[in-house]
Nanobody, 124 residues
Framework: QVQLVESGGGSVQAGGSLRLSCAASGYINSRRCMAWFRQAPGKEREGVAYIDSDGSTSVADSVKGRFTISKDNAKNTLYLQMNSLKPEDTAMYYC??????????????????WGPGTLVTVSA
């Protein structure tokens, strides 16, 4: 079974940048919705950014203008570029994949493949 593994997390000061990567251990159908979710301590998990098979993207209002999701189908790798990081961005970040859907539906589908997560800590 294909597995997703995130990397690139770490500690950074507010205003800094990080780039998260998510590598698939095998073939990931490029038609799948893929996304980054995050979960902060004591809070519910939330979708941060989504990308569909055409490369169309959608990001949460809380990260709009700061985070960018992208993918490299040839490398089976998903990315999340995070700029102007804030302490409230501190969370465990998860890479995930779901069924095929266009971008307006990606946030509604049930993601069925998850990575173990990578921790991002932003200090003031």
């Amino acid at each position: 079974q294909v597995q997703l593994v995130e990397s690139g997390g770490g500690s950074v000061q507010a205003g800094g940048s990080l780039r998260l990567s998510c590598a698939a251990s095998g073939y990931i159908n490029s038609r799948r919705c893929m996304a980054w979710f995050r979960q902060a301590p004591g809070k519910e998990r939330e979708g941060v950014a989504y990308i569909d098979s055409d490369g169309s993207t959608s990001v949460a209002d809380s990260v709009k203008g700061r985070f960018t999701i992208s993918k490299d189908n040839a490398k089976n790798t998903l990315y999340l570029q995070m700029n102007s990081l804030k302490p409230e961005d501190t969370a465990m970040y998860y890479c995930t994949a779901g069924p095929s859907a266009s971008i307006q539906y990606c946030p509604r589908v049930l993601m069925d493949l998850w990575g173990p997560g990578t921790l991002v800590t932003v200090s003031a």
